[in-house]
């Protein structure tokens, strides 16, 4: 009779359970940005795709030797035997540099300053208006969220959560 479902059979280790891939971790990057409105940007960055994944580059080419013992690549027709061609694996959408990181945004007189995920403000920052008023405090994407402070120009001012 086999065993019941879910237990583990005699003398053995329960069946392998598919597990599922580790998160990818983004490539973190630094750089200045210069936007065609005369905009700024400096700090980190990452490539992602619109839909909010990393992209991850391609593997390093690999030598015919090096593919022909890994199992790597696949023959090129036409070619001496163990001549391996990489096969090429083309994203969908071409990726786009992102703001994702510490930076600070610069465009005419507003300032952003702090945390950027996927090119939103995201976590803590601090967003100075061209009037001088100013929200220092949690973000999520792009809105002010959780506890901050907003200062007026004048010098009136709020601090509390959004």
Excluded at 65 to 83: Q, R, Y
Excluded at 104 to 130: M, R
């Amino acid at each position: 009779m086999p065993p019941k479902r879910g237990s583990t059979p005699k003398g053995g280790a329960p069946p392998p359970v598919d597990e599922p891939p580790p998160p990818v971790e983004p490539i973190i990057e630094s750089g200045t940005f210069y936007y065609e409105s005369g905009a700024l940007y400096e700090g980190e960055f990452t490539m992602a795709f619109d839909s909010g994944s990393f992209y991850i580059p391609p593997p390093e080419a690999v030598s015919p030797d090096a593919a022909a013992a890994t199992g790597k690549g696949k023959d090129v027709k036409g070619a001496k035997k163990g001549v391996v061609e990489e096969e090429a694996l083309e994203p969908e959408e071409p990726p786009v540099r992102m703001r994702h990181g510490r930076g600070k945004y610069v465009d005419g007189a507003y300032i952003y300053e702090g945390e950027f995920a996927f090119d939103n403000f995201q976590g803590q920052g601090t967003f100075t208006f061209g009037s001088g008023s100013k929200y220092e405090g949690t973000w999520d994407q792009g809105l002010f969220k959780g506890l901050g402070k907003y200062t007026w120009a004048n010098g009136t001012m709020y601090e509390g959560a959004w």
